[in-house]
């Protein structure tokens, strides 16, 4: 399955949920936002949102700004 | 007046009227170093794509355990619709209300955009947020805002990053006059006389970065900025003299030398 990340393409072995591929990706889940095809998925809903083919995931976190 | 001391935005309340921006530090140290020094509670953030390869820039755990307020801004967004889709990614984040709405889209002077800005805080303050625009200097543009629910008002000094300072102070005048809300200067302040300058107009706070993170010594400028806050605040709480336009003589002016 093909997934664009944080404008990077990715190809996943196994189709699954957003939580999965985010543990799979080594990431502290409450460190980052996630945005799917230009929607806000809340954090509590991560398990219950399968990834499908050609989806644009931005994954965030906060920097410095003013 | 006691009932004054403590900046109210949003229902919650804050001891420190010096808002501290986390942009273009040396290092996370230095940062975290000088927001101690400001003594302020709130401070901004802005979002970026997650890095793996620089899992070390993550500001999140350190600030949190500073105990600050984080104000996520929406820097990058370049329309309304951009504006609301940042701050639900920061409210997400942060787990905190606040959002600075900041819509620039020409990065050669980084003016907000006073339409966009006015439609993405009307949006976000209907939907719960604490929304703290940046916006031009408009009196009418902040009474609009007020009226849409904003928590406070910024106006700019001057460009973001200039340090040209209160260049729109007699608008930002204006804006107190009317306000109902807090008024916090934003944008173009470059030394801790600004920031007392503004205060002594009125203003309930407000936000510095690039002049703390600029300085020789970071956390040293920092605690220079809160003391000036203070001073500011205070004069202005204490009632400043009205000026006169001839002498008025301060000792007495009896002939009884001669």
Known sequence: ?66 | MNGDLKLKLGGQEFASRLIVGTGKFSSVEVMLEAIKASGAELVTVALRRFNRERPSDDLMAPLARLGVTLIPNTSGARNAEEAIRAAMLGRELSGSSFVKVEIHPNPHHLMPDPIETYEASRVLAKEGFIVLPYMPADPVLAKRLEDAGCAAVMPLGSAIGTGHGLSTAEMVKLIIADSGIPVIVDAGIRSPSEAAAAMEMGCSAVLVNSAIAAAGIPAAMASAFAAAVNAGYSARQAGIMSRCDHAVATSPLTNFLS
Do not use: C, H, W, Y
């Open chain 1, 1 to 66: 399955m093909n997934l664009t990340v944080n404008g990077e393409k990715q190809e996943l072995m196994e189709p699954g949920t957003l939580g999965q591929l985010l543990d799979r990706l080594g990431i502290v889940p409450e460190r980052v936002a996630v945005m799917i095809n230009g929607r806000v998925i809340p954090k509590t809903g991560r398990n219950d949102v399968s990834l499908r083919e050609g989806d644009r995931l931005e994954i965030l976190t906060f920097m410095g700004g003013g």
